[in-house]
């Protein structure tokens, strides 16, 4: 299972960048709805049988955030 909280990282990166998660979802061409799925499941961002290999092999995932420059 991935080490963060992808649900604070999401909420935390929407306050740094002044948008709303409806905001978010609608840039991504998505919905509202579907974008709060996916932070409340972290598994299904990071892919599931990706996560158990790397367990089996005795490490954790960290997810790290890089802004890209524009």
């Not at 306050?15 to 598994?43: C, D, M, W």
């Not at 367990?55 to 954790?60: F, K, R, V, W």
Request: glycine fraction near 2%.
């Amino acid at each position: 299972m991935p080490r963060n909280n992808i649900e604070i990282d999401v909420k935390v990166k929407c306050v740094e960048e002044q948008t709303t998660q409806a905001e978010l979802a609608e840039k991504a061409g998505t919905s509202p709805s579907y974008v709060n799925r996916l932070i409340k499941s972290p598994e299904k961002i990071v892919n599931n049988t990706f996560v158990k290999m790397l367990e089996q092999l005795g490490y954790d995932i960290e997810l790290t955030y890089v802004k890209r420059e524009q």
